[in-house]
DNA sequence: ATTAGCACTCATAAAATATTAGTGCCAGGA
DNA sequence: TCCTGGCACTAATATTTTATGAGTGCTAAT
């Protein structure tokens, strides 16, 4: 990328920002009146950004709009990581500094309050199921035929299911239960089907009697098992940005953000720092941008993310994310 | 109301079927030729219709659409409750006769598999909070300062909480949870709360340490209990649908069906059938009908709903929604 | 009672016109 | 060489005009 001059930068950042704000197509005069120079001399530089490949136009005679790789110059080199503004801050605050609360319901919450505060939505992925170890299962029986199995792993990640089963025993489920607590816990959730297999089943074969059954009970437990914990918050919000208008665009967003792989796909990158995936790079779509970073206090680890229009507030988004894992990992 | 001559219940149920099947007003031509009459007299039967109120025009020379009385009037007189079709059929008992699933991930997927055949959302509601009685409570520790609480009642609802507490044994937390094991289960879970600081607060203050934090721990985590298991399947078929094309509305719908108030008033009735409720009665959007029933079976019971446009397949639907019951309930 | 016939209405689409915010480019001045 | 005022040009947007057509209500004849 070849280096812009200091009045090309400017002007670059702001076209973005200005833009950002309205969502319109932004013009010469405009920033002529925010810069000591005439509209023709920006419009020069204009055509040296869009030759740059930075800025575009929506008609030949219109306004400039920034590019992908614009919007990637700028969240890059342009932008300053503005400080919290109060307001944002202490709404956050009040959250991060209720001591009643486990971890992930000030999670939850604060991302309820971002969402809220900037109108984009929030998501938090917990961390997969290969790196989830069993900690602890449990059985409560409900009836004479179902009973509930719980599934505790050591992040703190809890599942249930019910299943049924005809003319089995209490004792010979409880002492299922035991041997597995026994022999595989600390095994990560997707292996345990397997381990089931070779480590249990010849085990209970001896000990337990309706032993196919239990078997195959606490077989499809752990095969269905999430391996993902995935809370979205304030999907809604897309409806409040001009870009997503149009129904067939919303439709789109909405059945990616339904679909695991997609928001998998946002914390495959092992970097630990905030990152920035504007537009296609998003892999939801061309107007969307997520912001994502990790983060990990003892036991918890997870993705935050925002996702909200291309035409999102960087600056603001990237400082609420600092400071919300800044706030989480101590 | 007065009761329509024959024809006029055939015109009246032709233009609903047909508006039903393309959303555009009905002509007197199209049901003059299914009729042998002339358009003339269709027409004129028309007249009558609209001014018993049960068809409207959108403007003073358009074809016919259904009003709300119109659509009450179908539904309760006109419509034949239509056997399910055999495809259809054929798709829920593959989930029905699957033995390996619970009763509520069977209603689950179910509600999944008519929520895409017929391109209308559905909502599974569980019993509320004052129905659902303590069974058992257990915890499990994750580290040195928190654990999981898990919460089950005797209708099968599992809910957990993860809490922090600084210095407690986890004797005392067992102690604690052993109490109320002993003392409380059986209480519905609204009242626990209360019955938390009358039976359990006494009693631990002289067996437990630390008996201010743990009795404050556990009044949270019942307190927070969620009243009502709600989950909605499909919410998106909503875009696929003609008169769900602009924005503003999906917003109003989609910020109703997020509004628990709204869908709690669902099942408030206590009827036992099949229940429709059209446009403005939905209490969700104009263009809205709630098609919803109970069931019932052992323990489990809720409330299925079926969620789509006014301009609903009432026939179908309904016969989907009594299959639905039936095989759940035996 | 039914229907053919006809004038009338209004939504929808296409074409014509005006307005305006913006552009690119040129030629003259610092 | 860089900057700027000036100007012709472009295309989106809005407004008006015109045409088309699917539908109606009403009347008079069967």
Do not use: W
Request: proline content about 2%.
């Amino acid at each position: 990328m070849q280096l812009l001059t200091d009045r090309q930068n400017k002007i670059l950042k702001l076209i973005v920002d200005q833009y950002i704000k309205l969502a319109k197509p932004v013009g010469s005069n405009l920033i002529s009146k925010k810069l000591k120079c005439s509209s023709a001399t920006i419009r020069n530089e204009m055509v040296s950004l869009e030759d740059a490949g930075l800025l575009e136009k929506t008609h030949t005679s219109s306004g400039r709009i920034p590019s992908e790789k614009g919007y990637r110059y700028y969240v890059d080199n342009l932008m300053e990581p503005k400080k919290m503004n109060g307001e944002d801050m202490l709404k956050l605050q009040i959250v991060f500094h209720n001591q009643q609360l486990a971890l992930s319901d000030v999670i939850t919450k604060s991302l309820q309050v971002i969402s809220d505060m900037t109108n984009y939505a929030t998501v938090v992925l917990g961390s997969t199921s290969h790196e989830n170890l069993l900690k602890q299962i449990e059985v409560v029986p409900i009836d004479d035929v179902s009973m509930i199995v719980i599934i505790v792993t050591d992040k703190g990640h809890v599942e249930h299911k019910n299943i049924r089963l005809q003319d089995v025993e209490l004792d010979e489920v409880k002492k299922t239960v035991g041997l597995i607590n026994n022999l595989i816990a600390g095994t990560p959730i997707d292996e345990i089907s397997t381990k089931l297999e070779y480590e249990i089943k010849p085990i209970i074969g001896k000990y337990v009697k309706q032993h196919e059954q239990l078997y195959n009970a606490f077989y499809h437990v752990f095969n269905d098992f999430t391996n993902q914990e995935v809370n979205i918050v304030g999907r809604n919000k897309f409806l409040n940005q001009p870009e997503f208008s149009n129904v067939d665009k919303i439709r789109n967003v909405f059945n990616k953000l339904e679909n695991k792989e997609v928001l998998h796909s946002i914390e495959e990158d092992d970097d630990n720092n905030i990152k920035v995936y504007i537009g296609k790079e998003s892999n939801i779509d061309e107007d969307v941008t997520v912001i994502k970073t990790k983060f990990k206090n003892g036991a918890e680890e997870g993705t935050l993310a925002i996702i909200g229009p291309k035409r999102m507030e960087y600056d603001r988004v990237v400082s609420m994310l600092e400071y919300m894992k800044e706030n989480i990992e101590r």
